[in-house]
């Protein structure tokens, strides 16, 4: 199999994979669960979860499947490793992203933070749930 098959078949599974986990969290309710004090607008409080999981689910395959094949496509021309570098390591596979995304979730604690003492009016960003 070609370097190209195998990070277009990597890319396929990891789009099926996050479809799938879309539909079953739309089908279980989850998203529900997790908007508490939220409300879901009518049309799509009145559907059933598996409809609105199917539809979430190839909104994923769609637009993350076009911009995926895009990445795809530019890394190619511009000569970059892909989706991954075969012959790298743990190092490269785990430990850097995971510092990267540390340190990105650091600045964006610190930005968080400093926000909120800039404005009374702050309630800080969308993701950050806050007691009290």
């Known amino acids: 199999m070609s370097h ?3 990070q277009l078949t990597l890319f396929g599974g990891l789009l099926a994979t996050n479809a799938l986990l ?3 969290a739309f089908a279980l309710g989850l998203p529900q669960a997790f908007m508490a004090g939220q409300e879901m607008p009518e049309p799509f409080a009145s559907m059933p979860g598996w409809l609105l999981g199917l539809a979430n689910a190839g909104i994923v395959v769609v637009v993350y499947g076009l911009l995926g094949l895009a ?3 530019f890394a190619k021309r511009l ?3 892909g989706i991954y570098r075969e012959g790298a390591g743990w190092r490269q596979w785990v430990f ?3 510092a990267i995304g540390a340190g990105l979730g650091i600045v964006l604690i610190i ?3 400093l926000f909120a003492r800039a ?3 702050w309630t800080g960003f ?6 009290g």
């Open 96 to 98: 850097v992203p995971m």
């Open 4 to 6: 190209r098959r195998r």
């Open 119 to 121: 404005s009374e009016d």
């Open 79 to 81: 000569s970059l490793p």
């Open 71 to 73: 990445g795809v496509w």
């Open 111 to 113: 930005g968080d933070v």
């Open 22 to 24: 879309v539909f079953v």
């Open 126 to 131: 969308p993701h950050c749930h806050r007691a």
